[in-house]
Protein backbone atom coordinates (compact mmCIF):
# COMPACT_ATOMS: atom_id res chain seq x y z
CA UNK A 1 0.00 0.00 0.00
CA UNK A 2 1.76 3.44 -0.90
CA UNK A 3 0.72 4.99 2.55
CA UNK A 4 2.88 8.30 1.36
CA UNK A 5 0.63 9.27 -1.64
CA UNK A 6 -2.92 8.14 -0.12
CA UNK A 7 -1.47 10.59 3.13
CA UNK A 8 -0.23 13.47 0.58
CA UNK A 9 -3.64 13.21 -0.95
CA UNK A 10 -5.95 13.10 2.22
CA UNK A 11 -4.21 16.22 3.28
CA UNK A 12 -4.86 18.28 -0.35
CA UNK A 13 -8.68 17.30 0.56
CA UNK A 14 -9.27 18.63 3.73
CA UNK A 15 -7.01 21.81 2.96
CA UNK A 16 -10.02 23.42 1.98
CA UNK A 17 -11.99 23.07 5.29
CA UNK A 18 -9.59 25.81 6.79
CA UNK A 19 -12.14 28.09 8.44
CA UNK A 20 -15.39 26.13 9.43
CA UNK A 21 -14.48 25.09 12.71
CA UNK A 22 -12.90 27.27 15.47
CA UNK A 23 -9.84 26.88 17.59
CA UNK A 24 -11.01 25.98 21.25
CA UNK A 25 -10.98 29.02 23.40
CA UNK A 26 -13.13 28.49 26.56
CA UNK A 27 -9.53 27.38 28.23
CA UNK A 28 -7.73 31.11 27.38
CA UNK A 29 -4.49 29.76 26.30
CA UNK A 30 -5.91 27.41 23.74
CA UNK A 31 -7.27 30.32 22.14
CA UNK A 32 -3.84 31.52 21.24
CA UNK A 33 -2.96 28.47 19.00
CA UNK A 34 -2.67 29.39 15.29
CA UNK A 35 -5.66 27.87 13.29
CA UNK A 36 -4.23 26.57 10.05
CA UNK A 37 -2.09 23.62 11.22
CA UNK A 38 -2.52 20.14 9.92
CA UNK A 39 -0.47 17.40 10.92
CA UNK A 40 -0.79 13.90 10.58
CA UNK A 41 1.53 10.56 12.03
CA UNK A 42 0.85 7.07 10.92
CA UNK A 43 2.54 4.37 12.90
CA UNK A 44 2.10 1.16 11.61
CA UNK A 45 3.14 -1.67 14.24
CA UNK A 46 5.68 -3.29 12.10
CA UNK A 47 7.67 -0.17 12.77
CA UNK A 48 7.27 1.96 9.82
CA UNK A 49 5.96 5.36 10.57
CA UNK A 50 5.05 8.28 8.00
CA UNK A 51 4.39 11.99 8.49
CA UNK A 52 2.83 14.53 7.10
CA UNK A 53 2.57 18.75 7.54
CA UNK A 54 3.08 19.38 11.28
CA UNK A 55 3.60 15.86 12.74
CA UNK A 56 6.27 17.23 14.73
CA UNK A 57 4.29 20.18 16.49
CA UNK A 58 3.33 19.91 20.08
CA UNK A 59 -0.24 20.25 20.98
CA UNK A 60 -2.02 20.30 24.13
CA UNK A 61 -3.29 16.28 23.75
CA UNK A 62 -6.19 17.60 26.12
CA UNK A 63 -8.71 15.00 26.54
CA UNK A 64 -7.10 12.47 24.47
CA UNK A 65 -5.05 12.17 27.76
CA UNK A 66 -8.12 10.45 29.31
CA UNK A 67 -7.01 7.19 27.32
CA UNK A 68 -3.74 7.16 29.08
CA UNK A 69 -5.02 7.73 32.59
CA UNK A 70 -7.67 4.92 32.01
CA UNK A 71 -4.90 2.73 30.78
CA UNK A 72 -3.11 3.20 34.19
CA UNK A 73 -5.98 2.82 36.44
CA UNK A 74 -7.65 -0.65 35.02
CA UNK A 75 -4.39 -1.75 34.72
CA UNK A 76 -3.97 -0.67 38.81
CA UNK A 77 -7.35 -1.84 39.45
CA UNK A 78 -8.33 -4.11 36.74
CA UNK A 79 -12.68 -5.02 36.44
CA UNK A 80 -12.89 -3.50 39.93
CA UNK A 81 -12.61 0.34 38.41
CA UNK A 82 -16.55 -0.64 36.61
CA UNK A 83 -17.87 -0.13 40.02
CA UNK A 84 -17.22 3.42 40.14
CA UNK A 85 -17.64 4.42 36.18
CA UNK A 86 -19.90 2.91 33.84
CA UNK A 87 -18.79 1.94 29.87
CA UNK A 88 -22.30 3.36 28.21
CA UNK A 89 -22.03 6.40 25.67
CA UNK A 90 -23.59 9.33 27.13
CA UNK A 91 -24.44 10.81 24.27
CA UNK A 92 -24.12 14.11 25.82
CA UNK A 93 -21.19 16.70 25.68
CA UNK A 94 -17.65 15.89 27.82
CA UNK A 95 -18.33 18.43 30.08
CA UNK A 96 -22.47 18.03 30.94
CA UNK A 97 -23.63 18.01 34.67
CA UNK A 98 -27.00 16.43 34.44
CA UNK A 99 -26.63 12.98 33.66
CA UNK A 100 -24.64 12.36 36.82
CA UNK A 101 -27.11 13.43 39.30
CA UNK A 102 -30.01 11.57 37.68
CA UNK A 103 -27.23 8.51 37.56
CA UNK A 104 -26.46 9.26 41.42
CA UNK A 105 -22.41 10.23 40.57
CA UNK A 106 -21.42 7.02 38.39
CA UNK A 107 -20.51 8.89 35.56
CA UNK A 108 -21.66 6.88 32.14
CA UNK A 109 -17.98 5.89 31.02
CA UNK A 110 -14.53 7.14 31.82
CA UNK A 111 -14.47 9.64 28.63
CA UNK A 112 -16.61 11.97 29.55
CA UNK A 113 -15.36 14.79 31.96
CA UNK A 114 -16.96 13.27 35.06
CA UNK A 115 -15.60 9.87 34.81
CA UNK A 116 -12.34 11.12 33.61
CA UNK A 117 -12.13 12.80 36.99
CA UNK A 118 -12.86 9.35 38.82
CA UNK A 119 -9.90 7.45 37.19
CA UNK A 120 -7.80 10.84 38.15
CA UNK A 121 -8.94 10.35 41.52
CA UNK A 122 -7.81 6.50 41.40
CA UNK A 123 -4.53 7.62 39.98
CA UNK A 124 -4.07 10.26 42.98
CA UNK A 125 -5.16 7.64 45.92
CA UNK A 126 -2.59 5.22 44.02
CA UNK A 127 0.32 7.42 43.63
CA UNK A 128 2.44 9.76 45.86
CA UNK A 129 3.34 11.60 42.89
CA UNK A 130 0.49 11.06 40.60
CA UNK A 131 1.81 14.26 38.07
CA UNK A 132 4.88 12.42 37.83
CA UNK A 133 3.38 9.15 37.38
CA UNK A 134 1.57 10.67 34.71
CA UNK A 135 4.41 12.26 32.90
CA UNK A 136 6.43 8.93 33.25
CA UNK A 137 4.37 6.69 31.85
CA UNK A 138 3.60 8.39 28.67
CA UNK A 139 7.36 9.29 28.34
CA UNK A 140 7.57 5.35 28.01
CA UNK A 141 4.72 4.92 25.77
CA UNK A 142 6.09 7.50 23.73
CA UNK A 143 9.65 6.82 23.66
CA UNK A 144 10.76 9.53 24.73
CA UNK A 145 11.39 11.55 27.76
CA UNK A 146 10.63 15.41 25.74
CA UNK A 147 7.26 15.23 27.38
CA UNK A 148 6.21 17.74 29.85
CA UNK A 149 2.87 19.91 31.31
CA UNK A 150 2.49 22.98 29.64
CA UNK A 151 1.68 25.05 33.36
CA UNK A 152 -0.26 28.21 31.64
CA UNK A 153 -2.83 25.92 30.06
CA UNK A 154 -3.04 23.95 33.30
CA UNK A 155 -3.15 26.78 35.20
CA UNK A 156 -5.49 28.51 32.72
CA UNK A 157 -7.96 25.39 33.06
CA UNK A 158 -8.00 26.22 36.42
CA UNK A 159 -8.66 29.69 36.19
CA UNK A 160 -12.38 29.21 33.52
CA UNK A 161 -12.56 24.93 34.66
CA UNK A 162 -16.12 25.95 36.73
CA UNK A 163 -17.99 22.88 35.35
CA UNK A 164 -15.00 20.54 36.27
CA UNK A 165 -14.91 22.08 39.72
CA UNK A 166 -18.82 21.75 39.53
CA UNK A 167 -18.55 18.23 38.32
CA UNK A 168 -15.72 17.18 41.19
CA UNK A 169 -17.86 18.55 43.39
CA UNK A 170 -20.94 16.41 42.46
CA UNK A 171 -18.50 13.13 42.54
CA UNK A 172 -17.63 14.02 46.31
CA UNK A 173 -21.41 14.51 47.10
CA UNK A 174 -21.84 11.15 45.92
CA UNK A 175 -18.84 9.52 47.74
CA UNK A 176 -17.04 8.87 44.20
CA UNK A 177 -13.97 11.15 44.81
CA UNK A 178 -12.06 9.81 47.37
CA UNK A 179 -9.76 12.75 47.35
CA UNK A 180 -10.00 16.11 47.85
CA UNK A 181 -11.47 18.26 45.10
CA UNK A 182 -8.65 20.54 44.58
CA UNK A 183 -6.08 18.02 44.21
CA UNK A 184 -8.07 15.77 42.06
CA UNK A 185 -8.09 18.72 39.71
CA UNK A 186 -4.97 19.79 39.62
CA UNK A 187 -3.82 16.54 38.04
CA UNK A 188 -6.76 16.65 35.91
CA UNK A 189 -5.61 19.71 34.58
CA UNK A 190 -2.19 18.99 34.45
CA UNK A 191 -2.75 15.63 32.41
CA UNK A 192 -5.08 17.73 29.93
CA UNK A 193 -2.25 20.24 29.45
CA UNK A 194 0.63 17.62 28.72
CA UNK A 195 2.00 18.48 24.89
CA UNK A 196 2.84 15.98 22.59
CA UNK A 197 3.47 15.85 18.59
CA UNK A 198 1.45 13.94 16.34
CA UNK A 199 4.39 11.79 15.98
CA UNK A 200 4.80 10.83 19.92
CA UNK A 201 1.24 10.29 19.96
CA UNK A 202 0.95 7.78 17.44
CA UNK A 203 3.68 6.31 18.86
CA UNK A 204 2.35 5.84 22.47
CA UNK A 205 -1.13 4.33 20.80
CA UNK A 206 0.77 2.03 20.04
CA UNK A 207 -0.17 -0.31 23.52
CA UNK A 208 -3.48 -0.17 21.93
CA UNK A 209 -2.80 -1.90 18.32
CA UNK A 210 -0.31 -4.14 19.87
CA UNK A 211 -2.71 -5.83 22.39
CA UNK A 212 -1.34 -4.33 25.50
CA UNK A 213 2.25 -4.42 24.37
CA UNK A 214 5.05 -1.85 24.75
CA UNK A 215 6.83 -1.82 21.57
CA UNK A 216 9.69 0.54 22.59
CA UNK A 217 10.69 -1.72 25.85
CA UNK A 218 8.87 -4.76 24.72
CA UNK A 219 7.03 -5.12 28.31
CA UNK A 220 3.68 -6.23 28.05
CA UNK A 221 1.72 -3.26 30.15
CA UNK A 222 -2.04 -4.56 29.61
CA UNK A 223 -3.26 -7.75 28.93
CA UNK A 224 -5.06 -8.56 25.43
CA UNK A 225 -8.03 -8.74 26.98
CA UNK A 226 -7.87 -5.37 29.07
CA UNK A 227 -7.03 -3.39 25.70
CA UNK A 228 -9.70 -4.84 24.15
CA UNK A 229 -12.16 -3.07 27.04
CA UNK A 230 -10.04 0.33 26.43
CA UNK A 231 -10.86 0.17 22.57
CA UNK A 232 -14.30 -0.69 23.51
CA UNK A 233 -14.82 2.30 25.47
CA UNK A 234 -12.75 4.51 23.08
CA UNK A 235 -15.18 3.04 20.01
CA UNK A 236 -17.94 3.76 21.97
CA UNK A 237 -17.33 6.51 24.11
CA UNK A 238 -14.08 8.68 22.64
CA UNK A 239 -16.13 11.08 21.02
CA UNK A 240 -18.69 12.16 23.11
CA UNK A 241 -21.63 12.95 21.47
CA UNK A 242 -20.08 12.45 18.22
CA UNK A 243 -19.19 9.13 18.89
CA UNK A 244 -21.65 7.23 16.58
CA UNK A 245 -20.82 9.89 13.63
CA UNK A 246 -17.01 8.84 14.13
CA UNK A 247 -17.27 5.27 14.03
CA UNK A 248 -19.64 5.74 11.07
CA UNK A 249 -17.50 7.76 9.37
CA UNK A 250 -14.07 6.67 10.18
CA UNK A 251 -14.76 3.36 12.01
CA UNK A 252 -11.56 3.35 14.16
CA UNK A 253 -11.92 3.46 18.33
CA UNK A 254 -10.06 6.89 18.88
CA UNK A 255 -10.21 9.65 21.02
CA UNK A 256 -10.32 13.22 20.95
CA UNK A 257 -9.21 16.17 22.44
CA UNK A 258 -10.35 20.05 22.44
CA UNK A 259 -6.33 20.94 21.21
CA UNK A 260 -7.85 19.80 17.73
CA UNK A 261 -5.78 16.46 18.45
CA UNK A 262 -7.48 13.02 17.39
CA UNK A 263 -5.96 9.79 17.95
CA UNK A 264 -7.10 6.36 16.74
CA UNK A 265 -5.97 2.63 15.94
CA UNK A 266 -6.33 -0.69 14.07
CA UNK A 267 -6.03 -3.24 16.16
CA UNK A 268 -3.30 -5.28 15.33
CA UNK A 269 -2.21 -2.87 12.15
CA UNK A 270 -1.38 0.41 13.08
CA UNK A 271 -1.95 3.59 15.33
CA UNK A 272 -2.70 6.81 13.90
CA UNK A 273 -2.55 10.70 15.13
CA UNK A 274 -4.08 13.60 13.46
CA UNK A 275 -3.77 17.17 14.48
CA UNK A 276 -5.52 20.18 13.11
CA UNK A 277 -6.65 23.17 15.82
CA UNK A 278 -10.08 24.13 14.53
CA UNK A 279 -12.94 22.73 16.02
CA UNK A 280 -16.62 21.61 15.25
CA UNK A 281 -19.40 22.33 17.30
CA UNK A 282 -18.63 19.21 19.19
CA UNK A 283 -15.38 19.80 19.90
CA UNK A 284 -14.01 17.43 17.39
CA UNK A 285 -11.13 19.04 15.06
CA UNK A 286 -12.84 19.45 11.74
CA UNK A 287 -9.83 18.60 9.49
CA UNK A 288 -8.76 15.61 11.39
CA UNK A 289 -12.23 13.86 11.16
CA UNK A 290 -12.05 13.83 7.57
CA UNK A 291 -8.65 13.22 7.33
CA UNK A 292 -8.93 10.00 8.87
CA UNK A 293 -12.15 9.26 7.53
CA UNK A 294 -10.08 9.70 4.46
CA UNK A 295 -7.79 7.27 5.56
CA UNK A 296 -9.84 4.53 6.45
CA UNK A 297 -11.83 4.85 3.17
CA UNK A 298 -8.83 4.96 0.88
CA UNK A 299 -6.82 2.19 2.54
CA UNK A 300 -9.80 0.00 2.61
CA UNK A 301 -9.04 -0.54 6.34
CA UNK A 302 -11.45 -0.08 9.69
CA UNK A 303 -12.81 -2.44 12.61
CA UNK A 304 -15.72 -3.22 10.54
O1 LIG B 1 -11.84 19.35 30.88
C1 LIG B 1 -11.77 20.04 29.90
O2 LIG B 1 -12.64 20.81 29.56
C2 LIG B 1 -10.51 19.94 29.03
N1 LIG B 1 -9.33 19.89 29.81
C3 LIG B 1 -10.52 18.74 28.14
C4 LIG B 1 -11.69 18.75 27.21
C5 LIG B 1 -11.51 17.96 25.97
O3 LIG B 1 -10.46 17.86 25.40
C6 LIG B 1 -12.74 17.40 25.46
N2 LIG B 1 -12.50 16.77 24.20
N3 LIG B 1 -12.85 16.87 23.13
Redesign the pocket.
Known amino acids: MDYAKIIRDLAAEVQPLYGQGKVADY ?1 PELGKVPPRQFGLCLQLNDGISHEFGDSRTKFSI ?2 ISKVFALSKAFGLLGEELWQRVGVEPSGNA ?2 SLMQLEYEKGIPRNPLI ?1 AGALVVTDILVSKFENPKAEILRYLRQLAGTEDIHFNKQVAES ?1 RKT ?1 YR ?1 FALAYFLKSFGNLKNEVEQVLDVY ?1 HQ ?1 SIEMTCFELANAMQIFSQHGLEPHSGERLLSSSETKRLNAVMQTCGF ?1 DEAGEFTFAVGLPGK ?4 GGIAALLPGQYSIAVWSPELNKK ?2 SVLGMKALELFTTMTGSSVF
Open positions: IQSFNNEGNFCYSGVGGN
